[in-house]
């Protein structure tokens, strides 16, 4: 009987201390970027990919106040997003920021890189060729 006091008391101070124990903040912040991602993935449209876009934005604005690691990926995608808009420059930047980040990614922003990089070359010579 004494053992069974012992061991409900023992539970119930277990209880106490993990349900009093500060919260730990997030390691990262998504925001609503799933569900925005999951939406153009349903229906692709125009206004859903502005919405993916700004929702991962948003993501990097508030990890950014809030003092939350970015998280892996994002600023690939983001990257991925504006060479989908003709946008090489920009591309190439959240794909270094992508690296600068997250070191173990940067065989695959690399070569990344390197691909928008060859696009913008073929794309520039062939405007010139046209021209002529």
């Given at each position: 009987m004494i053992l069974h006091k012992n061991i409900f008391l023992l539970i119930t101070?277990?209880?106490?201390?993990?349900?009093?124990?500060?919260k730990k903040q997030p390691m990262y912040y998504f925001g609503n970027s799933s569900?925005?991602?999951y939406a153009h993935k349903k229906e692709p449209t125009d206004e859903s990919f502005v919405q993916m876009k700004q929702s991962l934005e948003d993501v990097i604005e508030h990890s950014e106040l809030n003092g939350i690691k970015i998280a892996p990926g994002t600023f690939a995608n983001i990257g991925y997003l504006n060479l989908l808009e003709n946008?090489?420059?920009?591309?190439?930047?959240?794909?270094?920021?992508?690296?600068?980040?997250?070191?173990?990614?940067?065989?695959?922003?690399?070569?990344?890189?390197?691909?928008?990089?060859?696009?913008?070359?073929?794309?520039?010579?062939?405007?010139?060729?046209?021209?002529?």
């Amino acid at each position: 009987m004494i053992l069974h006091k012992n061991i409900f008391l023992l539970i119930t101070m277990a209880f106490l201390v993990t349900g009093c124990a500060p919260k730990k903040q997030p390691m990262y912040y998504f925001g609503n970027s799933s569900s925005a991602l999951y939406a153009h993935k349903k229906e692709p449209t125009d206004e859903s990919f502005v919405q993916m876009k700004q929702s991962l934005e948003d993501v990097i604005e508030h990890s950014e106040l809030n003092g939350i690691k970015i998280a892996p990926g994002t600023f690939a995608n983001i990257g991925y997003l504006n060479l989908l808009e003709n946008k090489p420059e920009q591309a190439i930047a959240f794909f270094d920021r992508e690296k600068q980040l997250y070191p173990e990614a940067t065989m695959f922003m690399d070569r990344m890189i390197q691909k928008v990089e060859a696009q913008t070359e073929e794309t520039e010579e062939g405007e010139a060729n046209a021209q002529n």
